[in-house]
């Protein structure tokens, strides 16, 4: 054997076997074989932070088998994925392979290692080197390279391995200094929270300030009060007794501002007996842009938002996607499109839409992010011929696989095309009152029309006149489609096109206002009023943030990167510090108490603009920009005193217990709702004198399709989630896959 390749998963590795013939043997590393220990905090601080790898025992066996294939190869090439994590995998995979030195023995705690002049003993556990780099080869005859590649495509596989490149330290450093920060907050806050609020806890260093965010959200909901207020139309006729919709906004010449009912019928009144007339039209072409190609953080919120997946399953089917070749890589945070895809997508236009809907040139977009890999590609399709309907005959592909590939292929394809056109009408409407009307019934036709003219001539001057109501309707018309043909869209009427989730909503200044279609219409039309409208409203909170919400908030403040956003939500919703209520985000009275620790004893280091910081310096180490030990070291040395002082100062936090109105079947108190290991669970508010506790039965709107009995939602004693009737143990059935809900 030659060639030995080495990427991190089978699927990956079977991709790559298509292109890469007989003369390359490919294996899987399995993700990472080498880490940071779980039993101990792993990093040597007196030694300037040095990490101590191990090599998890059940990588053990995979690592022996790496080591005797490799023996035999003259060439090994390193085809981990092209980000931190991937660059990572490469360098420990190629510090395990170049140390002939060490090896794993079938039985025995200790081994001698030697490296240079000296020879230690460590524990099997410690089978690896530090954070430090050694040269080290496993004969004179053997390279290893590293070859990166977005894309698992004929085209991108031969280019990589072509220009192959050393192992990128600096990005090396920037993985191990994320890793080793992260560490050090958890392991060391961990106890500390164990010990002040509850055991079993845990903080990280980003996910805690995501949570934060949910915390301050609900606080803010529970602290807003409604305000009244009303919206009023009138609906109007004009000369060819065609009908449309108006609504008021302006009374003597400010923003109307309708506060409660009494100022309200007081409108009302007048309006009924004014008289109409059309002061003004305004029409004017409106360009609706596409949005750039999808990135890590857009992938994830469209996804959520419009197939309702989570971060997680969404990063799960886009891996799954990107290692059978059909997407690029899909950790990114860059909206570039490589040359030769451009030229494929513009081909794709070309004979599949009109002229029209090809621009001159491609559209280049500029990341928003000052740290974005620009080298990296956005996500896209590797073949833009290739539609949903290919995919699922791919080998282990769902039809979830296929809508996530649908709504990357509609992204890629539309940002590539010519913008939506539309013709936007806006009509201000003028009153008179009685008194007005009865003056204008007295002049002469000619004088009439010199009057009219004047009043046109005062309202483009100085806005509608004094003490009258002005009103407005708005109408859209679509002339040109351009990229929304590529969603279907052929009408917008009284919406503006939100391309950012591909969807029409309405503008959200003018949520209340009727979509409409607008008769012909003339300035200095006379108009009959049909009937006005009032209509009562209050005031809504904020909305709780979802999980695309709250990552387009995470990525407003610079806090996480690609690779992270899943993980973070994955994390808190794991540790039971929040909720999924209808996709909504809310915390649990445990993340509660967390956070509000956590703010309190570490304001600094779980505050929004320290974290964005700490992003941007581990972007800076991972440029060569900034040591990543001494990075380490002037977070850690005020980190330490904060946490000596919290030891010594903070007090006992008591839990706020959900009270429940059933009734202890032991001793006869009531309930209480408390979070366990694998969830929320009953237990007796008499504890510890009564220890009773019961399962918390979650219900949906389902029954059992074996007695009817009403569905349940509960968790295994690993924590999985599956759905059984409340019956139990009468009626044992049981389903992974949640029921189909009745309609209310």
Same mark, same amino acid.
């Given at each position: 054997?030659?060639?030995?390749?080495?990427?991190?998963?089978?699927?990956?590795?079977?991709?790559?076997?298509?292109?890469?013939?007989?003369?390359?043997?490919?294996?899987?590393?399995?993700?990472?074989?080498?880490?940071?220990?779980?039993?101990?905090?792993?990093?040597?601080?007196?030694?300037? =932070?040095?990490?101590?790898?191990?090599?998890? $025992?059940?990588? @053990?066996?995979?690592? *022996?088998?790496?080591?005797?294939?490799?023996?035999?190869?003259?060439?090994?090439?390193?085809?981990?994925?092209?980000?931190?994590?991937?660059?990572?995998?490469?360098?420990?995979?190629? #510090?395990?392979?170049?140390?002939?030195? &060490?090896?794993?023995?079938?039985?025995?705690?200790?081994?001698?290692?030697?490296?240079?002049?000296?020879?230690?003993?460590?524990?099997?556990?410690?089978?690896?080197?530090?954070?430090? $780099?050694?040269?080290?080869?496993?004969?004179?005859?053997?390279?290893?390279?590293?070859?990166? =590649?977005?894309?698992?495509?004929?085209?991108?596989?031969?280019?990589?391995?072509?220009?192959?490149?050393?192992?990128?330290?600096?990005?090396?450093?920037?993985?191990?200094?994320?890793?080793?920060?992260?560490?050090?907050?958890?392991?060391?806050?961990?106890?500390?929270?164990?010990?002040?609020?509850?055991?079993?806890?845990?903080?990280? @260093?980003?996910?805690?300030?995501?949570?934060?965010?949910?915390?301050?959200?609900?606080?803010?909901?529970?602290?807003f009060k409604p305000q009244e207020y009303w919206v009023i139309e009138v609906e109007l006729e004009n000369t060819e007794k065609q009908n449309f919709f108006v609504k008021l906004?302006?009374?003597?010449?400010?923003?109307?501002?309708?506060?409660?009912?009494?100022?309200?019928?007081?409108?009302?009144?007048?309006?009924?007996?004014?008289?109409?007339?059309?002061?003004?039209?305004?029409?004017?072409?409106?360009?609706?842009?596409?949005?750039?190609?999808?990135?890590?953080?857009?992938?994830?919120?469209?996804?959520?938002?419009?197939?309702?997946?989570?971060?997680?399953?969404?990063?799960?089917?886009?891996?799954?996607?990107?290692?059978?070749?059909?997407?690029?890589?899909?950790?990114?945070?860059?909206?570039?499109?490589?040359?030769?895809?451009?030229?494929?997508?513009?081909?794709?236009?070309?004979? *599949?839409?009109?002229?029209?809907?090809?621009?001159?040139?491609?559209?280049?977009?500029?990341?928003?992010?000052?740290?974005?890999?620009?080298?990296?590609?956005?996500?896209?399709?590797?073949?833009?011929?290739?539609?949903?309907?290919?995919?699922?005959?791919?080998?282990?592909?769902?039809?979830?696989?296929? @809508?996530?590939?649908?709504?990357?292929?509609?992204?890629?394809?539309?940002?590539?095309?010519?913008?939506?056109?539309?013709?936007?009408?806006?009509?201000?409407?003028?009153?008179?009152?009685?008194?007005?009307?009865? #003056?204008?019934? @007295?002049?002469?036709?000619?004088?009439?029309?010199?009057?009219?003219?004047?009043?046109?001539?005062?309202?483009?001057?100085?806005?509608?006149?004094?003490?009258?109501?002005?009103?407005?309707?708005?109408?859209?018309?679509?002339?040109?489609?351009?990229?929304?043909?590529?969603?279907?869209?052929?009408?917008?009427?009284?919406?503006?096109?939100?391309?950012?989730?591909?969807?029409?909503?309405?503008?959200?200044?003018?949520?209340?206002?009727?979509?409409?279609?607008?008769?012909?219409?003339?300035?200095?039309?006379?108009?009959?009023?049909?009937?006005?409208?009032?209509?009562?409203?209050?005031?809504?909170?904020?909305?709780?943030?979802?999980?695309?919400?709250?990552?387009?908030?995470?990525?407003?403040?610079?806090?996480?990167?690609?690779?992270?956003?899943?993980?973070?939500?994955?994390?808190?919703?794991?540790?039971?510090?929040? #909720?999924?209520?209808?996709?909504?985000?809310?915390?649990?009275?445990?993340?509660?108490?967390? &956070?509000?620790?956590?703010?309190?004893? =570490?304001?600094? &280091?779980?505050?929004?603009?320290?974290?964005?910081?700490?992003?941007?310096?581990?972007? #800076?180490?991972?440029?060569?920009?900034?040591?990543?030990?001494?990075?380490?070291?002037?977070?850690?040395?005020?980190?330490?005193?904060?946490?000596?002082?919290?030891?010594?100062?903070?007090?006992?936090?008591?839990?706020?217990?959900?009270?429940?109105?059933?009734?202890?079947?032991?001793?006869?108190?009531?309930?209480?709702?408390?979070?366990?290991?694998?969830?929320? =669970?009953?237990?007796?508010?008499?504890?510890?004198?009564?220890?009773?506790?019961?399962?918390?039965?979650?219900?949906? *709107?389902?029954?059992?399709?074996?007695?009817?009995?009403?569905?349940?939602?509960?968790?295994?004693?690993?924590?999985?989630?599956?759905?059984?009737?409340?019956?139990?143990?009468?009626?044992?059935?049981?389903?992974?896959?949640?029921?189909?809900?009745?309609?209310?």
């Open positions: 054997m030659n060639n030995l390749v080495i990427v991190e998963s089978p699927t990956k590795a079977r991709t790559l076997a298509r292109f890469l013939g007989n003369s390359y043997q490919i294996e899987a590393s399995m993700g990472h074989i080498r880490d940071l220990p779980k039993a101990e905090l792993g990093i040597d601080i007196e030694a300037n =932070f040095e990490p101590k790898y191990i090599i998890p $025992r059940d990588k @053990r066996k995979r690592v *022996n088998e790496l080591k005797k294939i490799a023996k035999g190869a003259k060439q090994i090439w390193l085809a981990t994925d092209p980000d931190r994590e991937g660059e990572a995998i490469a360098w420990h995979t190629a #510090e395990l392979l170049s140390n002939p030195e &060490v090896k794993l023995p079938s039985g025995g705690p200790r081994l001698k290692v030697k490296s240079g002049q000296d020879q230690r003993e460590v524990r099997l556990d410690d089978l690896a080197v530090g954070g430090d $780099r050694t040269e080290k080869n496993l004969s004179k005859s053997v390279q290893i390279k590293r070859v990166v =590649f977005h894309e698992i495509t004929k085209e991108a596989i031969d280019d990589a391995f072509k220009n192959p490149r050393d192992i990128d330290i600096k990005l090396v450093d920037a993985q191990q200094a994320r890793r080793v920060l992260d560490r050090l907050v958890g392991y060391k806050l961990s106890p500390l929270l164990w010990q002040k609020i509850k055991r079993g806890l845990s903080a990280g @260093r980003v996910q805690s300030v995501a949570l934060r965010l949910i915390v301050e959200k609900e606080r803010e909901i529970e602290k906004i302006e009374v003597n010449g400010k923003k109307a501002d309708v506060k409660d009912k009494k100022e309200a019928d007081k409108i009302v009144a007048d309006l009924k007996e004014a008289s109409y007339q059309i002061s003004k039209i305004t029409q004017k072409q409106v360009k609706r842009y596409p949005s750039p190609p999808f990135i890590t953080s857009t992938l994830v919120q469209n996804a959520g938002n419009k197939l309702g997946f989570t971060a997680k399953k969404t990063m799960m089917l886009s891996q799954n996607l990107y290692e059978q070749g059909l997407i690029t890589y899909m950790r990114t945070d860059s909206f570039n499109l490589a040359q030769s895809a451009l030229s494929a997508i513009r081909a794709y236009i070309s004979s *599949n839409f009109s002229k029209a809907y090809l621009p001159h040139q491609p559209k280049f977009y500029k990341s928003k992010s000052k740290n974005a890999q620009e080298a990296h590609e956005a996500i896209r399709p590797t073949k833009i011929g290739y539609r949903m309907s290919d995919v699922g005959i791919q080998n282990g592909l769902t039809r979830d696989h296929g @809508r996530l590939y649908d709504l990357i292929w509609k992204r890629t394809l539309a940002s590539q095309m010519n913008e939506a056109v539309l013709d936007q009408t806006t009509v201000d409407v003028v009153t008179s009152l009685e008194g007005d009307r009865e #003056e204008r019934s @007295r002049r002469t036709p000619a004088a009439q029309l010199l009057q009219d003219e004047e009043v046109r001539r005062d309202t483009e001057l100085a806005g509608p006149p004094k003490n009258k109501y002005l009103l407005r309707a708005t109408g859209s018309v679509l002339k040109f489609d351009g990229w929304l043909g590529v969603y279907g869209v052929k009408q917008v009427e009284e919406e503006s096109f939100d391309s950012s989730s591909a969807s029409l909503t309405a503008d959200a200044q003018d949520k209340d206002e009727r979509k409409q279609i607008l008769p012909k219409l003339s300035e200095g039309e006379d108009l009959n009023m049909v009937q006005v409208l009032p209509s009562q409203h209050f005031t809504e909170p904020p909305p709780r943030y979802t999980e695309a919400s709250l990552i387009k908030k995470l990525e407003e403040l610079g806090i996480g990167r690609p690779s992270t956003y899943a993980p973070i939500l994955a994390t808190i919703t794991e540790r039971y510090y929040i #909720e999924r209520k209808e996709r909504k985000l809310f915390p649990t009275p445990l993340g509660i108490a967390v &956070v509000d620790f956590l703010i309190k004893y =570490f304001p600094d &280091v779980f505050d929004y603009k320290f974290t964005a910081n700490m992003e941007d310096q581990l972007d #800076e180490i991972s440029r060569g920009e900034r040591p990543w030990k001494e990075t380490l070291k002037n977070f850690y040395t005020p980190f330490e005193e904060k946490l000596e002082k919290t030891e010594e100062k903070a007090g006992k936090v008591k839990l706020e217990l959900e009270m429940t109105d059933e009734k202890c079947p032991n001793c006869g108190k009531n309930l209480v709702i408390r979070i366990g290991r694998f969830g929320k =669970f009953l237990a007796c508010s008499g504890f510890p004198e009564c220890k009773y506790t019961g399962s918390l039965d979650i219900k949906i *709107n389902a029954k059992c399709p074996q007695d009817g009995g009403e569905i349940v939602v509960r968790r295994t004693k690993k924590g999985r989630v599956f759905y059984g009737c409340k019956n139990y143990p009468n009626c044992k059935y049981a389903s992974w896959t949640k029921p189909k809900e009745e309609k209310v």
